[in-house]
Structure formats: C-alpha cells, structure tokens
C-alpha cells in the first residue's frame, strides 16, 4: 500500500488527468468515485503483495507442490480476471489494467516458489556449503572481476560521463548518485566498497546459478509408487493363486520355452498346481494377442483358480461421470426444446434442437481458422480508433459540434467533465471498441458464409451468396454514413440544445458528465445511421434466404416484443429511457416492413435465394 500511494498513484493520475485534459474535458473528480477508486486499488494491491509470501510458503511447507502453481497458470489467469472484476469499474480495459499487475506478480511468485523449494532440497540432500565449494572457483572469479570493473570505472569517472549523457536527453532523466552519497563515506573508501558490493552481489547471483543448475525442484522428493513393468514379473516368487491374477503382459512378452522352463522349475519344486497354472496363463496370453475378446474368458476357465479373472475386461462401461454429462446434456436440450415451442406454432423435437446446437457449433467451428483475421481486423480498427481519440481526436468533435449549437446556446455556456478517474480513458476505449465490432461484422459473416450454406441456413446458389453479402455491406455503409452525417449536423445539436436551453434560461451552470453526454451523442448521430441501416438489413435477410418475406410479416410483433426487451435491459434510464429509445427502433422496424412489403409486391416476388433454402 506504501508503494501504491507514493509512488503508483502519483504516476497513475498524472496520466488519467493529462488525458482528461487532452481530450477536452474538465476533470472534476467526484470525491465519493476518486475515493472508492483509491480506496479499492489500495486494497487490491496491498493483498497482491502478499502473493508471493503465501505461494512460497505453500511451496515450502508442500501443502501445495511447486508443479501444481506451475501447470495450473490458466486457472490463476482467469481468477486474477475476476478479481479484478470485482475490484475495477467492469469494464475490460480497467480490468486489464488490474491484471496485467497481478499476472506479473503471480510470475514473480513462480520464481520465488522455485528458489524457495530449491534452497529446501539442496539444504536437505546437498548441503549449501557443498554446492558453493564445488563451484568456488566460478563464484570466486565472476565476483573478483565484476568487482574490480566497478571499482575501476569509479576511479575513471565513467559515472560523471554518464550523467553528462543523461543531461544531454530531451526528457528529465534521474542522474547517476555519487559513491559517496550511497555509503556515506570518503570517496576512496566508498569506491572500494561499491566494487565489494557489485562483487558480493555478482557473488549471490552466480551461486542461484549454479544452485538451480544443481538441483531441479520438479524432479525433487519422493516419487509416485509405480507398479513397474509387469513383463518383468519374477513367477519363481509366486505361488498358484498368484498366477492367476498375475498381469496378462508377464505372460504375453514370455516365449514359449520360457513358460516350459518355469513349469518345469515348479514340477520340480513339488508344486504341480503353480506348473498347471504357468501354462494355462500362458496359452490363454496366446490367445488374447490373436482374440482379444476371448482372452479373459479363457484364462479364468483355464486357470481353476477361481475368483478373480486372469485379465480385465476388454471395454469398460460408462462411468458415473459420463452418464452424468448425459443427462445434463439431455435436461439442457429438453429444458431448450419447451421453451422454443412456447414461442412456435408447431411443435419442436429435441433432435430439432440438438440440430440448431450442432448447427451453431459448426458455424463457429469454421470461424476458428479465420479467427486470426478476424481479431487482427477488430484489433487494427479498435487501436486507430483510440489512438485518433487519445491524441485528440475527441476535442476535435467536441469544439466542432459545440460549435453546430443552434444561436440561442453558446459554446461556453456548455462543459463537459469527467467525475471519476479513467471515465475520459474508458470512453475512448468503449467508443473504440464500438466501431471495430460494427466494422468487423461484415468480415465474420463472409467468412461464415460458407458454413452457412452447407447447414442450409441460407441459399447456396454459387457466387449469389456473398454478392448480396457485398451488396448489404456496401448499401449499409453508405447508410450509416449519410444517417450519422444527418445526426451530427442536425438531429444531435437540436436535442442538446433543447435540454440545456431551460438551464440556461435559469442561469444554471451546466456540466455534462462525458460518460452520459458522449453516449447520449453517440446515439443521436451513429445512433440516426444504425437507424437507417434496419430496412437494408431487412432486404438482405430476404434476398439472403436467412428469413423470408412471408416469415418476418408472420412475426413481426415477436420481433418488436424483442426489440422492446433488449433495450429495456441495456437502455439506461427505466421506462422513459426505455420508451425513448425502442419508439425509434420499432419505427425503423415498421418502415423496414413497409419497403420490403413494396419491394416483394405483397409477398408475391422471392427472393433469389430463398428457394434454396432448407426446409
């Protein structure tokens, strides 16, 4: 926590408040959100400190093995992710923020761990003194030579040249502190010792060298119990009984000549029944390797030693686990086909709905060898995107449209601020994060078009598909160009200044928080040309043969039900928020319907692939 306030935090909001202020915006920290922010980071950071001295000591003590920390680094991944989760505004950005610190220190914790458990075992099976007498001479040597370098370069003035240099840089670079600062000493006495601490450091680091090279934690303490090679089984130490449930492969690897010799040691060791069992074994071994499934069968029967089988059984049954994993699977399909036929008209089976996950499956089965594009795609935009916008991007638009305001508002009369810490920050990556995914959903559903048409989801026909593919692309650009340059010179600044004139009138002072002010424009100009894209999309779902005419017109009041839904759980604002932003929705909606009622001639037109379609 020391380190967190003295040094992490100063350096932290010097970035957080350099960014407000390059993006136009006034940072006017809530004190109730600054201090949890503090308040939250504190605490997560002084826990995580602990890390290390919890793995270590778990190591040491070996309530948990070194290998365990080691293999298990996905598990650790995902629970340092949701820690942070729970400590950081749920957002992915700040949450990688938080963990990317953690994931470091759980790596640290890994070495320590090894150390640790490496100074147990050397200690226990080595000897310290042993290790360090038998590499004294590279210990000795790499200490004696880095020493004398240091001294040397003291005595040279090599750092007096090197703060010269560090002066010389464009940035304010921390200069080299004089041996006689560090130790408090005159300036001979003071460069002998900082050559025998240079020396004695070399020294240590040089020892954990060639300490790890001597001993290797995975491979220290006790072995697992192991039953051996079963083809080395000595049968002159067992008796009758014991050839009977002897391993299958002691008899199996045995030669003919071999089974005899041990028959006949046996004959002569007064032990007829042991001579009968050897050679029973050893014919029903030769009659697994060429009939596996008459193997056991025979050697049971043949041994007269009843009780135990000679071999196991050829095929286990399901376990527990497996008929466990069915029946989930069973209850999930059967939970999903009622609620499908709640909203059909006709009644599904469960092999319709295991078909639709079979169908989902293979969809995103062939995404995975284009994922790299895929991501590579979302990566590049998302990264131009927030790069425009920290450089600032983001004051650009807010001067320009301040600028658009109708006369009766000015500019000045207007501010927009940031009450906690990383909301200017988290914005730029969220609006970034936006645009990608609208940029990149063009790409999936190229891609996934041939998945597509194999499943018979949409029509087949060759070169139609990703040509009306093309076409809805290209048509729901433009769209969304000319609807979000629509929003932002006309419908946006209207609406902004239609709620600040009454403040303004009343001598307010307004002060819009960035997070809600920069959504609210967001969906009053990109918002306007999503809008314009919902009748173009409608025409592709037809011409595509994903949904036909006939199908969206049956449907259309599930779909509006649906709209109404989904953004009464992402809409802010409860039931006005609700109503403010379905109404234009189901209206786009409607409109959609109309065009495409007008274009199809009532139903009567097809589209060119919906004839293909599977039935």
Same mark, same amino acid.
């Given at each position: 926590?020391?380190?967190?306030?003295?040094?992490?935090?100063?350096?932290?909001?010097?970035?957080?408040?350099?960014?407000?202020?390059?993006?136009?915006?006034?940072?006017?920290?809530?004190?109730?959100?600054?201090?949890?922010?503090?308040?939250?980071?504190?605490?997560?950071?002084?826990?995580?400190?602990?890390?290390?001295? /919890?793995?270590?000591?778990?190591?040491?003590?070996?309530?948990?093995?070194?290998?365990?920390?080691?293999?298990?680094?996905?598990?650790?991944?995902?629970?340092?992710?949701?820690?942070?989760? =729970?400590?950081?505004? &749920?957002? &992915?950005? +700040?949450?990688?923020?938080?963990?990317?610190?953690?994931?470091?220190?759980?790596?640290?914790?890994?070495?320590?761990?090894?150390?640790?458990?490496?100074?147990?075992?050397?200690?226990?099976?080595?000897?310290? %003194?042993?290790?360090?007498?038998?590499?004294?001479?590279?210990?000795?040597?790499?200490?004696?030579?880095?020493?004398?370098?240091?001294?040397?370069?003291?005595?040279?003035?090599?750092?007096?040249?090197?703060?010269?240099?560090?002066?010389?840089? %464009?940035?304010?670079?921390?200069?080299?502190?004089?041996?006689?600062?560090?130790?408090?000493? &005159?300036?001979?006495?003071?460069?002998?010792?900082?050559?025998?601490?240079?020396?004695?450091?070399?020294?240590?680091?040089?020892?954990?060298?060639?300490?790890?090279?001597?001993?290797?934690?995975?491979?220290?303490?006790?072995?697992?119990?192991?039953?051996?090679?079963?083809?080395?089984?000595?049968?002159?130490? =067992?008796?009758?009984?014991?050839?009977?449930?002897?391993?299958?492969?002691?008899?199996?690897?045995?030669?003919?000549?071999?089974?005899?010799?041990?028959?006949?040691?046996?004959?002569?060791?007064?032990?007829?029944?042991?001579?009968?069992?050897?050679? !029973?074994?050893?014919?029903?071994?030769?009659?697994?390797?060429?009939?596996?499934?008459?193997?056991?069968?025979?050697?049971? !029967?043949?041994?007269?030693?009843?009780?135990?089988?000679?071999?196991?059984?050829?095929?286990?049954?399901?376990? &527990?686990?497996?008929?466990?994993?069915?029946?989930?699977?069973?209850?999930? +399909?059967?939970?999903?086909?009622?609620?499908?036929?709640?909203?059909?008209?006709?009644?599904?089976?469960?092999?319709?709905?295991?078909?639709?996950?079979?169908?989902?499956?293979?969809?995103?089965?062939?995404?995975?060898?284009?994922?790299?594009?895929?991501?590579?795609?979302?990566?590049?935009?998302?990264?131009?995107?927030?790069?425009?916008?920290?450089?600032?991007?983001?004051?650009? #638009?807010?001067?320009?449209?301040?600028?658009?305001?109708?006369?009766?508002?000015?500019?000045?009369?207007?501010?927009? /601020?940031?009450?906690?810490?990383?909301?200017?920050?988290?914005?730029?990556?969220?609006?970034?994060?936006?645009?990608?995914?609208?940029?990149?959903?063009?790409?999936?559903?190229?891609?996934?078009?041939?998945?597509?048409?194999?499943?018979?989801?949409?029509?087949?026909?060759?070169?139609?598909?990703?040509?009306?593919?093309?076409?809805?692309?290209? +048509?729901? #650009?433009?769209?969304?160009?000319?609807?979000?340059?629509?929003?932002?010179?006309?419908?946006?600044?209207?609406?902004?200044?239609?709620?600040?004139?009454?403040?303004?009138?009343? !001598?307010?002072?307004?002060?819009?928080?960035?997070?809600?002010?920069?959504?609210?424009?967001?969906?009053?100009?990109?918002?306007?040309?999503?809008?314009?894209?919902?009748?173009?999309?409608?025409?592709?779902?037809?011409?595509?043969?994903?949904?036909?005419?006939?199908?969206?017109?049956?449907?259309?009041?599930?779909?509006?039900?649906?709209?109404?839904?989904?953004?009464?759980?992402?809409?802010?604002?409860?039931?006005?928020?609700?109503?403010?932003?379905?109404?234009?929705?189901?209206?786009?909606?409607?409109?959609?319907?109309?065009?495409?009622?007008?274009?199809?001639?009532?139903?009567?037109?097809?589209?060119?692939?919906?004839?293909?379609?599977?039935?």
């Amino acid at each position: 926590m020391a380190y967190s306030y003295y040094l992490f935090f100063p350096l932290l909001f010097e970035f957080l408040s350099s960014n407000t202020a390059q993006s136009g915006l006034e940072a006017h920290y809530s004190f109730v959100s600054w201090f949890r922010f503090l308040a939250l980071l504190s605490l997560a950071i002084g826990s995580a400190a602990e890390l290390p001295l /919890v793995m270590s000591l778990l190591t040491y003590t070996e309530v948990v093995r070194y290998e365990i920390f080691r293999d298990k680094w996905r598990y650790a991944v995902v629970i340092i992710f949701v820690l942070g989760a =729970l400590f950081s505004p &749920p957002d &992915p950005f +700040t949450q990688i923020l938080m963990a990317i610190p953690l994931l470091s220190l759980y790596v640290f914790s890994l070495f320590l761990s090894r150390f640790v458990i490496t100074i147990k075992y050397s200690s226990d099976e080595f000897g310290l %003194p042993l290790i360090a007498y038998k590499n004294g001479h590279i210990i000795l040597s790499s200490a004696l030579l880095t020493g004398m370098l240091a001294y040397q370069g003291v005595v040279l003035g090599y750092g007096a040249r090197a703060n010269a240099y560090l002066q010389q840089l %464009p940035y304010n670079a921390p200069e080299l502190p004089s041996v006689e600062w560090l130790f408090a000493l &005159p300036r001979e006495p003071a460069t002998i010792v900082f050559g025998v601490t240079i020396g004695s450091f070399v020294a240590a680091v040089v020892f954990l060298i060639q300490l790890f090279r001597t001993i290797d934690p995975t491979d220290s303490g006790p072995s697992p119990a192991s039953t051996g090679d079963p083809s080395s089984l000595d049968l002159s130490r =067992l008796d009758a009984n014991s050839i009977a449930v002897a391993p299958a492969e002691a008899f199996t690897a045995m030669t003919e000549d071999e089974a005899l010799g041990h028959a006949g040691a046996a004959m002569d060791a007064n032990d007829p029944e042991k001579a009968q069992a050897i050679l !029973n074994r050893f014919d029903a071994a030769q009659e697994y390797s060429g009939n596996p499934t008459e193997a056991g069968a025979a050697a049971v !029967n043949d041994s007269g030693h009843g009780g135990t089988p000679a071999n196991r059984p050829p095929a286990p049954q399901p376990g &527990p686990n497996e008929s466990a994993e069915s029946n989930a699977g069973d209850v999930v +399909t059967e939970t999903t086909t009622g609620m499908v036929n709640a909203f059909t008209d006709n009644e599904r089976s469960e092999d319709d709905i295991g078909g639709y996950f079979y169908d989902i499956q293979f969809i995103l089965g062939s995404l995975t060898s284009k994922m790299f594009r895929i991501v590579g795609l979302f990566m590049l935009v998302m990264g131009v995107i927030f790069t425009a916008l920290y450089k600032g991007g983001l004051t650009i #638009l807010k001067e320009d449209f301040l600028s658009r305001l109708p006369a009766g508002v000015r500019a000045d009369q207007v501010g927009v /601020v940031a009450l906690h810490p990383v909301e200017a920050l988290v914005f730029d990556v969220k609006l970034a994060a936006v645009i990608a995914l609208a940029t990149t959903l063009p790409a999936i559903l190229y891609y996934a078009w041939p998945a597509l048409a194999e499943r018979g989801l949409v029509g087949s026909r060759a070169g139609g598909g990703r040509g009306i593919l093309f076409m809805w692309s290209f +048509t729901s #650009l433009i769209v969304l160009l000319a609807g979000s340059v629509l929003g932002y010179a006309v419908v946006a600044p209207t609406i902004i200044s239609w709620l600040a004139y009454d403040a303004i009138q009343a !001598n307010m002072l307004i002060k819009y928080q960035i997070n809600s002010a920069g959504w609210l424009v967001f969906f009053t100009t990109i918002g306007i040309g999503l809008l314009a894209t919902i009748p173009t999309t409608l025409l592709f779902l037809h011409r595509g043969g994903f949904l036909p005419y006939r199908l969206i017109i049956k449907h259309w009041r599930e779909a509006v039900v649906i709209i109404i839904g989904v953004i009464a759980v992402a809409a802010p604002g409860g039931v006005f928020g609700m109503l403010i932003f379905s109404l234009p929705v189901v209206g786009a909606y409607l409109i959609g319907l109309i065009l495409l009622w007008l274009y199809t001639f009532g139903g009567r037109r097809h589209g060119p692939l919906t004839k293909s379609r599977r039935v």
